[in-house]
């Protein structure tokens, strides 16, 4: 049971260069999710995709971009990459928008940013 | 402003005990709370869940309470065992909402053998 898989792992890159982190959930989810996580600041979410098709910002969106590619993947594209987004992104899913169900993560992509 | 706030960044408890795990949320409109259980270079896992209308849920060793009145939850685990030693992460979300969760900053738990 793989649940939700977020590659990389880990990245490096340097100010101004792009990057898409790629996200699949083998759970037959509607809705998924993108958060990071800094240090003190808990999670905090990015964009979020209630169901296929749709995507909508969340609480931090500025310097993101995202696309759901089909009902599995949910990926997150930085288009010029900053030190302040240097983080940990987690991506989630869950059964269906607005029902009282909890969301699955994934182990997180580890990114830094020189 | 922090919705969901968790004011103790870490608690150490001795095996066996007691661990309660607090938290603290402004917003009236939250009707669903959750806490989840971070191991470090792992996701956040869902630990369990308390709907507005309940004050109490239980699952084991582990037990939610929820006092609407004062805005506060807390999470109690007994007994604590060491490999309960996590961070603990509050979340909050108002129903209709499209399951968004506002998360709490984490408290760090740690079990002494």
């Known amino acids: 049971n793989a649940g939700v898989t977020q590659t990389p792992k880990f990245q490096v890159l340097k100010t101004g260069q792009s990057m898409t982190l790629q996200c699949a959930q083998d759970m037959n989810h509607n809705s998924m999710y993108w958060y990071r996580q800094d240090p003190g600041m808990g999670l905090r979410l990015i964009y979020y995709s209630a169901s296929e098709g749709t995507t909508d910002k969340g609480e931090v969106p500025n310097g993101y971009n995202v696309s759901r590619l089909n009902k599995r993947e949910f990926s997150l594209r930085l288009e010029s990459a900053a030190p302040s987004q240097t983080s940990v992104y987690f991506c989630?899913?869950?059964?269906?928008?607005?029902?009282?169900?909890?969301?699955?993560f994934g182990d997180g992509t580890r990114l830094s940013i020189l | 402003d922090q919705q969901v706030k968790q004011n103790s960044p870490s608690l150490s408890v001795q095996e066996g005990r007691i661990s309660i795990l607090n938290c603290d949320y402004t917003?009236?409109?939250?009707?669903?709370f959750l806490w989840y259980k971070k191991y470090p270079a792992e996701g956040p896992t869902f630990l369990i869940s308390?709907?507005?209308?309940?004050d109490k849920n239980e699952d084991g060793r582990f037990t939610v309470f929820l006092n609407k009145s004062a805005k506060h939850l807390s999470l109690h685990i007994v007994p604590s065992q060491p490999g309960d030693s996590a961070v603990y992460f509050c979340a909050a979300s108002a129903n209709g909402a499209t399951n968004k969760l506002i998360f709490g900053t984490g408290t760090l738990l740690a079990v002494q053998p």
């Open positions: 917003n009236s409109m939250f009707d669903y």
């Open positions: 989630a899913s869950s059964v269906s928008r607005g029902s009282a169900k909890p969301q699955h």
């Open positions: 308390i709907s507005s209308i309940k």
